[in-house]
């Protein structure tokens, strides 16, 4: 086994990166050297995937290693605020420099999120309420903020890639003065970036790289589910475009996710110069994905792959170069993280719990399974997914059609199983296993249920109606 010796770490979290949308996952059109490079002289996990499919309750599992349900941060009204024990509390508390630097999602600058610092930090709006009207959903209001999604594309400058710059600025700034600072204890930066988050709108150069190019387009029937319908009514994005428009908002999403990997270079650059970079492991994740119009979504919010699949990566000190399938989740990093620096986490006891991906490079386990959750706006009910194998299982509460798909042979998810006859012993089994986990049906009344509690808090359903709305949090 490779030596696994203790290692400073930097995180890479980048903001609704679809995995397929990067080289080194087989995207003949996107242009992502760092990222390959990151990918080539470490570990590629092809099977990693987002607790939950939306920022607030995905970045509360990246940081607790636990599940949705577990940390109730159900939606994105209901963050996280140092309520559970977090990763950075753990190695803050065991004398590790622990520092966050861009997009964190939580709930504000009063709470104690484990960071000995916290710079150029994104919480949520609403002076950390967030986005209240997604609470709303039974019955589900009208969302007006869909149509700027298509107005704000192409190649230009926004205040995410504005924050982007100061992000890396920053990263560099820190790197320079610290990197090699810290001799008795290894050091974990946090580097978040918006990218490439919607607007889809980047930078002139890096849309240059797309001009001429031809994008590949996804699958773009809306399936025919009922309460997949229903979210599509309410995240209506995609009624707003013509073939036009879409074309020039995938080459923006593409120039965005260049514009991340050429970030992503000049901090990786930086490190290189301290002399700290072969006692440095660098991790690079995103809290979800992004659809751009498969299946006729934009945006995020559902269980297909393009929103849950995240691209995931680790090299440095032990991790040997390959690929590996194991299923894994963002829920992994906690525990990753921890071995990393050199702290024991808590043995987890059951397969889906969080556990250090470095366990799977040396162990692959391609029998486990994983979950995701999705309880928040533009859902009449909960949805959980569970990864198992080549099967993805997908249970729609109270009473609704499954979805079931065979990965391996329908890649594109464009044949769900969830109805077929010949197919009712495989829905039957992961339905068992998704049970072993999680009682979604249980877990789907208690979201509700705070949900409900939350809203009578906030001053009832016109009160949330009559409180700013917004497509992607504001800067500052």
């Known amino acids: 086994m490779p030596d696994q010796r203790p290692s400073n770490l930097i995180v890479f979290c980048s903001d609704e990166h679809a995995r397929r949308v990067t080289g080194c996952y087989g995207d003949p059109v996107v242009r992502t050297p760092t990222l390959d490079t990151i990918a080539r002289l470490g570990t590629r996990f092809t099977n ?5 499919p939306i920022c607030v309750p995905a970045r509360a599992s990246l940081a607790t290693g636990l599940q949705v ?18 990763w950075m ?45 997604g609470l709303l959903r039974d019955p589900m209001p009208v969302y007006d903020d869909t149509k700027a999604l298509s107005e704000d594309i192409g190649p230009g400058e926004t205040e995410y890639t504005e924050y982007d710059r100061r992000v890396t600025h920053e990263t560099v700034k820190w790197l320079k003065k610290y990197a090699t600072r810290f001799k008795s204890q290894p050091w974990c930066l946090f580097v ?35 309460v997949l319908q229903q979210m599509a009514r309410f995240w209506n994005y995609d009624d707003h475009f013509d073939e036009g428009l879409r074309e020039i908002a995938r080459k923006g999403y593409y120039g965005l996710v260049s514009f991340l990997d050429d970030n992503i270079r000049q901090v990786m650059e930086a490190l ?6 072969h006692d440095t492991s660098v991790l690079y994740l995103s809290d979800h994905g992004e659809m751009l119009g498969s299946h006729g979504f934009w945006a995020k919010s559902v269980m297909y ?28 990093i906690s525990a990753t993280v921890q071995q990393t620096v050199g702290l024991k986490s808590k043995p987890a006891r059951e397969p889906w719990m969080s556990r250090p991906l470095q366990d799977f490079v040396s162990r692959p386990k391609p029998d486990r399974f994983i979950l995701s959750e999705y309880h928040d706006g533009g859902s009449p009910c909960g949805i ?3 990864r198992y194998r080549e099967w993805k299982y997908v249970h729609y509460a109270n009473g609704n059609t499954p979805q079931l798909f065979n990965l391996i042979d329908d890649p594109q998810e464009l044949r769900d199983l969830g109805r077929s006859r010949h197919h009712e012993r495989q829905r039957d089994m992961l339905r068992t296993l998704m049970g ?30 009559a409180m700013k709305s917004f497509g992607h949090t504001p800067v500052g």
């Open 305 to 332: 792959e393009d929103a849950v699949a995240v691209p995931l990566m680790m090299m440095g000190p032990g991790i040997a170069e390959g690929v590996n399938s194991t299923p894994v989740s963002l829920t992994d």
């Open 48 to 52: 990693a995937y987002t607790p939950s």
């Open 272 to 277: 290189e110069d301290t002399g700290a970079a």
């Open 384 to 386: 959980t997914m569970l």
């Open 89 to 133: 509390h753990k190695l803050r508390d065991a004398g590790h420099p622990v520092v966050s630097i861009g997009k964190l999602h939580f709930k504000g600058a009063g709470d104690d999120h484990g960071f000995d610092e916290e710079i150029e930090p994104m919480y949520l709006a609403n002076d950390g309420a967030g986005w209240v009207q």
């Open 192 to 226: 978040s970036f918006i990218s490439p988050h919607y607007p889809l709108k980047c930078p002139e150069a890096f849309y240059q790289l797309y001009e001429y190019a031809q994008i590949p387009e996804p699958p773009a029937q809306l399936p025919e589910h009922d």
């Open 69 to 86: 349900h577990e940390t109730r941060c159900w939606s994105s009204a209901e963050p996280y605020h140092g309520q559970h024990e977090s």
């Open 436 to 465: 072993h986990a999680i009682d979604p049906e249980s877990v789907n009344r208690d979201a509700f249920a705070d949900q409900r509690m939350l809203i009578e808090k906030l001053g009832g359903r016109d009160a949330l109606m």
